[in-house]
């Protein structure tokens, strides 16, 4: 079992800026795909934001794409999603996760995600 930590999250008007952390005391963080995943109230969970385990490919979703950046520091043992220009539809508890090998062709997917986080929430305000 990987226990994965969630910080960051908080209120912030519209425009601003936070930035989430993830963090594991597993030494085996190195080998994992890591994701970032968001859940807004009566929505589905959708995905954010993915990056290799290596930390040298990043994969963005479209509505974040620009605006959000994801990255990584294995030595360690955290991820990390910094969050600029939020807008009120970026609103949702934020969820990372974890992919161990062998990793799966669908990053995008929840359901290629081993291990979960338990969520901080990000609001914010118009």
């Known amino acids: 079992q990987v226990q994965l930590v969630e910080s960051g999250g908080g209120l912030v008007q519209v425009g601003g800026s936070l930035l989430l952390s993830c963090t594991t005391p597993?030494?085996?963080?190195?080998?994992?795909?890591m994701g970032w995943f968001r859940q807004a109230l009566g929505k589905e969970r959708e995905f954010v934001a993915a990056?290799?385990?290596?930390?040298?490919?990043?994969y963005y979703a479209d509505y974040v794409q620009g605006r959000f950046t994801m990255s990584r520091d294995n030595a360690l043992n955290t991820g990390y999603l910094q969050m600029n220009s939020l807008e009120p539809e970026d609103t949702a508890v934020y969820y990372c996760?974890?992919?161990?090998?062998?990793?799966?062709?669908?990053?995008?997917?929840?359901?290629?995600?081993?291990?979960w986080g338990q969520g901080t929430q990000v609001t914010v305000s118009s």
């Open positions: 996760a974890a992919d161990a090998p062998p990793w799966s062709s669908t990053r995008e997917s929840r359901y290629a995600y081993d291990y």
């Open positions: 597993r030494r085996t963080f190195a080998s994992y795909r």
């Open positions: 990056i290799s385990a290596s930390g040298s490919s990043t």
